[in-house]
């Protein structure tokens, strides 16, 4: 980081590096802590500033009250004085803290930057987060240690027997055909199947596995007459279009032969209008699903999800609702899954949020529960109240949606100090096993498909652009997760047209063969718990190193318009190539390299 030079309110030059802070190194422990805990943060400071009292200054989030704690200078360092404070922390929750410097009738503010350093300013901007938790969630190893492969059923392999139509649905012959671009009839467009089926995934496990699959991410399986079955109809049935509970059953035993285990959308927020639940209430206040909804005028006026009159919102807070969905939940658990992905999340309340996932841990304690949260999910608001996913009660992870913003503003825009950024608030806000789950993905169900992403006028640029925006993603600290085609080449807009048949026969083979290979670096344990660290950032190329013990992968990438020469310090090969490389790589624009250890 260039020594920049800033104007505090002293109407002296201070210097950046004058006052030496970053949490990912100067605070022990690393990352949230825990109640009852202490944490020590070390400021350094450089002797010349003349600063004559140092401050700590700490926020609770909850009440906003405010401390500020003298820090006193414990050593020296060259030119820097040294300066710390031990906080111990004895509730659960959320604080912020800066420091707060004074000379004679001066002061000035030492605040977060972007990269999550400190520069010295005349009035408070960022400050930095501290989470504390209650006690840690237990990680999925199984989820952990390999590849998620997340799958949209219809749309990813009709089985050897035809599916059987049903009532309310339109049965497409032409797999892979064209979506219908002609309409904005949401309705006619959600009863449009495919016919993929949960028998024409297990026909397919052998495939799955080859791209180093450990866990399969299903879409939802529940009844229902809409191809995503998001509206479930009854959630105590697999789909008949899907092969019932008979095809579950038997995919839960195939994948745990093949070394996989299978996660469900869990859809707990609403159901569909059609539902069995809905349908009863709405024929009589008597129902015993008449609470179950909310109402503002009944039976025509009631809470739905973000105004869709198809999907009437699930009272959470209501008893019976939360006593049917734990029941339903501990059967498909007790099936064998590994656990299950929360849709919407950020709309199930505490009390609701919970017993879902009392009831998930108690069939299986280290069940993974994976929640659809967008944003930073450590400091999340939603619907103006601090969600605490990671307190030991809730979420063992997320969606990393932080991750896969930033890597794509990389790849397109050169933006290597984002991408940077993002990874230091994920050490610095995210527990460990937390990070150990993160669901790493560049498209999902809800997005474009990334080879759409990254295409401007040149196919070429984006296959180049893909394999470096994958290559972040593996190395990145989480599990990296394929949407079912990424790895085929298959590409398809906004949903629903991200959500196209699997082009069977007609994969690209380069990209398979890549997404292969990079299966294949999943493999190693360093990925599993290794350190992660951002050698170099800037000017549109990113170096990141993981290492454990003196195992190391190094992952350089040049998305500037110059070249860059990348210097090597020890002994290492190309992944690639399987090549030693000494001394230094030459890397033009859009070129990559992944460096591992040679043994």
Same mark, same amino acid.
């Given at each position: ?247 579950? /059953?038997? +995919?839960? *035993? ?8 299978? @996660?469900? &959308?869990? %859809?707990? $927020? ?122 030991? /009660?809730? +979420?063992? *992870? ?8 930033? @890597?794509? &503003?990389? %790849?397109? $825009? ?186």
């Amino acid at each position: 980081m260039a020594a920049d030079k800033v104007k505090v309110v002293t109407g002296i030059e201070e210097s950046k590096m004058d006052y030496i802070f970053n949490p990912l190194n100067n605070k022990t422990p690393q990352g949230p802590s825990r109640t009852g805990g202490d944490v020590v943060y070390t400021l350094k400071v450089k002797q010349h500033t003349g600063a004559e009292n140092v401050f700590f200054v700490l926020t609770d989030d909850a009440d906003k009250s405010k401390k500020e704690i003298k820090m006193p200078v414990v050593g020296r360092e060259n030119d820097y004085y040294i300066y710390q404070v031990t906080i111990n922390y004895k509730n659960a929750g959320l604080y912020w803290y800066y420091f707060k410097v004074t000379k004679q009738k001066y002061k000035w503010y030492l605040c977060k930057t972007p990269l999550f350093e400190v520069e010295p300013i005349g009035q408070v901007s960022a400050s930095f987060a501290q989470l504390v938790n209650e006690k840690p969630l237990v990680p999925n190893k199984q989820m952990g240690s390999g590849v998620l492969y997340h799958i949209f059923v219809d749309r990813f392999k009709k089985p050897n027997t035809p599916a059987v139509s049903k009532p309310g649905i339109r049965l497409r012959r032409d797999w892979g055909g064209v979506l219908d671009k002609n309409t904005d009839d949401m309705l006619l467009i959600n009863k449009e199947h495919f016919g993929g089926s949960l028998y024409g995934i297990i026909d397919k496990l052998e495939y799955i596995k080859s791209l180093g699959a450990k866990t399969i991410y299903l879409s939802p399986i529940f009844e229902s007459t809409s191809y995503h079955k998001y509206d479930a109809a009854d959630l105590d049935q697999i789909d008949s279009m899907f092969g019932g509970n008979a095809a579950f /059953k038997n +995919l839960v *035993s195939e994948a745990k032969k093949h070394g996989i285990g299978i @996660i469900l &959308d869990g %859809v707990f $927020n609403h159901v569909g209008s059609d539902s069995i639940y809905f349908k009863d209430a709405i024929k009589s206040k008597d129902s015993k699903y008449y609470d179950w909804f909310t109402f503002q005028k009944y039976p025509d006026k009631y809470s739905c999800w973000w105004g869709i009159e198809t999907l009437p919102q699930l009272n959470g807070n209501n008893p019976a609702v939360q006593n049917f969905v734990t029941e339903t939940i501990g059967k498909y658990m007790s099936a064998g899954i590994l656990g299950f992905r929360l849709d919407v999340a950020d709309e199930l309340s505490d009390t609701y949020l919970d017993k879902i996932c009392a009831r998930i841990r108690q069939v299986k304690p280290d069940a993974l529960v994976l929640g659809e949260v967008w944003e930073d999910a450590a400091t999340k608001i939603a619907y103006e109240k601090r969600r605490f996913y990671f307190n030991g /009660k809730q +979420l063992n *992870s997320v969606m990393n949606y932080p991750l896969k913003n930033a @890597i794509i &503003d990389f %790849v397109v $825009n050169g933006n290597a100090d984002g991408l940077a950024s993002t990874l230091f608030m994920l050490r610095d806000h995210y527990p460990k096993e937390v990070v150990q789950n993160l669901m790493n993905f560049l498209g999902t169900h809800d997005t474009k498909r990334i080879l759409t992403v990254l295409r401007e006028s040149s196919v070429d640029l984006a296959i180049k652009r893909l394999k470096i925006a994958s290559a972040i993603q593996y190395c990145a600290p989480g599990v990296p997760a394929v949407f079912y085609g990424d790895e085929a080449g298959v590409t398809g807009g906004d949903a629903p047209f991200c959500r196209v048949c699997f082009p069977w026969g007609k994969e690209d083979k380069e990209i398979l063969k890549w997404y292969r290979k990079l299966g294949q670096l999943r493999a190693g344990d360093i990925f599993t718990d290794g350190d992660c660290n951002v050698l170099f950032a800037h000017n549109g190329v990113f170096i990141m190193e993981r290492r454990k013990g003196k195992q190391r992968v190094i992952l350089a990438a040049n998305c500037a318009r110059e070249d860059f020469r990348l210097n090597i310090d020890s002994p290492l090969a190309d992944f690639e190539t399987g090549k030693a490389v000494k001394d230094s790589l030459l890397l033009k624009p859009y070129d990559f390299v992944i460096l591992t250890s040679v043994s």
